[in-house]
């Protein structure tokens, strides 16, 4: 199980507390975790990422194990400790404004 | 017992205000949604319990939530708002071609008669519709894909689809309004669409007289006479007797024919209502007095109304959807301002109170009328 931490604005809409636990099959990646939080969490659809295009929204940011997954292809394949659980994958809503 | 429920939708959540027919003393609910921006929220006429709002944020995009207890618990339900077919090109600010970007649901138009079926006008400009209750939403594209499509412009606050009527005799007709492309109306339930612009003047565009490009910020009518249909546009107030066939100016002795909203009287077709701001560099009301303007006549004789509303010191702006009217036998009148305040008049615009002031700043206002 994978455990992902999201913003409040989020957990909010998605009417969870605390982290979330997601099983994402194979290898897992962003992506696929993703698909997994939006199969659990519909109403998530489109507010991480764009239902069309599957694009990170700008203002969404990815954290791996103290780094800036942001800019990664989707499809890399996430570390063990987190695929483990053990750390989490952390969506952020980026710092925005004055 | 009759009483009145009041939509506030601002930049940090929505509110609901509630009242009896009295409508003295207030009750005020929310912030529901919170941190999120609410740029409507409307009740359906056909089942006043049924609410619907947009939800919207530059960090998680779209959400359309629907009630079905007037407000007390929501959920939310379709927010796929995807362009029917190939999306074309509009222009961009600097007039270059710019491709057709779904941002946000700036206004949401429940049918007269049907709860489930809402229209909703969109930034880029674009015309959806739910049959579903707000589950799936279908554009209806022959907007979009009118043969002056690809020459709209964005307003300074985007190229939203704001204002959408429909004819209360006549479901196939409906008006709408679009910064800063114009108004247009249907006759035909969306299948095409015409522009209705003939006598606006905006000395800001090329040609002050085209076909498309008129900054109108708000249309209103009256449910008795939907041929005839009241505009506040960028400079100027506007009306038509001919279904926007033509347009002659009734701004008059308005002290400023710049702003943002326009609302008819609920009983007296006539009688209008507007909030003059200064210009279109400094919006805020002359002077820093807060007033509303009513006419009586339709236009061109105006009258100020400011009993109980500040006037001095006031330098904040009230939005295009943020001014709407009750039913109730006096008809009452509510707008909100950026500053956060709502007010309310329960003698048509006589005299004013506030029934709350320090929300955030209020983007839209929808007043529902209970029986």
Known sequence: MIRVVLPAHLRILAKVQGDVWVEAGGQPTIASVLDAIEAQYPVLADAIRDHGTLQRRPFVRFFVCGEDWSHEPAGTPLPESVVSGKEPLLVIGAIAGG | ?371
């Not at chain 2, 740029?39 to 359906?44: I, L």
């Not at chain 2, 008669?113 to 909703?120: E, H, K, L, S």
């Not at chain 2, 209008?272 to 210009?279: A, D, E, Q, W």
């Open chain 2, 1 to 371: 017992m009759s009483g009145v429920r009041v939509l506030v939708g601002t930049r940090k959540g929505a509110f609901i205000l509630t009242s009896d027919g009295k409508r003295e003393k207030w009750e005020v609910n929310g912030p529901h949604f919170a941190g999120w921006e609410i740029y409507h929220m409307k009740g359906s006429p056909a089942d006043p319990n049924r609410l619907y709002a947009s939800q919207t944020s530059g960090w998680f995009g779209q959400q359309i939530q629907r009630s079905n207890d007037g407000g007390e618990t929501w959920e939310p339900v379709g927010n796929k708002f995807v362009y029917d077919g190939p999306t074309g090109t509009h222009q961009w600010y600097d007039g270059t071609p710019h491709p057709w970007e779904f941002k946000r649901v700036w206004h949401l138009e429940p049918s007269l008669t049907d709860p489930d079926t809402v229209f909703a006008g969109v930034e880029d400009a674009a015309l959806f519709r739910t049959s579903d209750g707000g589950a799936t939403w279908q554009e209806l594209a022959a907007l979009r894909n009118h043969s002056t499509g690809n020459r709209w412009q964005p307003g300074a606050g985007g190229m939203g689809l704001h204002t959408i009527l429909i004819d209360p005799t006549n479901a196939a007709r409906m008006y709408l309004a679009i910064s800063a492309a114009g108004a247009f109306r249907t006759d035909d339930c969306g299948q095409s669409w015409k522009p209705i612009n003939r006598g606006l003047h905006s000395e800001f565009i090329p040609d002050p007289d085209a076909e498309i490009g008129h900054c109108v910020h708000r249309i209103a009518l009256h449910r008795s006479r939907p041929d005839t249909v009241y505009m506040q546009k960028h400079w100027d107030v506007m009306r038509t007797d001919n279904a926007g066939e033509s347009w002659r100016e009734v701004s008059g002795n308005l002290p400023t024919d710049f702003g943002f909203v326009i609302d008819v009287h609920a009983h007296e077709p006539e009688t209008i209502y507007v909030v003059p701001i200064k210009s279109d560099r400094e919006h805020f009301p002359l002077d820093g007095k807060l007033q509303v303007w009513r006419s009586r006549a339709g236009g061109n004789e105006w009258e100020p109304l400011t009993r109980g509303l500040p006037q001095s010191n006031c330098f904040v702006d009230v939005l295009r959807d943020a001014m709407s009217v009750d039913s109730l036998d006096e008809c009452g009148l509510y707008f909100g301002t950026t500053g956060g305040q709502v007010y309310a008049s329960a003698d048509a615009g006589a005299s004013w109170s506030t029934i709350v002031h320090d929300l955030p700043a209020v983007l839209s206002v929808e007043a529902q009328t209970l029986s």
